[in-house]
């Protein structure tokens, strides 16, 4: 069984914008490895903001 992709590529990059590091995972390998937890877990609360908005 698949996951399900909660976040679309566009909501990503603009939490990674958001936060100054959408560098990180631009580029050959465009890994989010090089995020921190910290980093991470703002995705949750930038996408969580975002969706309130258009609430």
Known sequence: M?????MNWKMKHYAANQQGVEGLILGEHSDYGNLTSRQCGNFVK???ERANELV
Do not use: M, P, S, W
Not at 2 to 6: H, P, Q, W
């Open 46 to 48: 930038i996408a969580l």
């Open 2 to 6: 698949g996951r399900d992709k909660v």
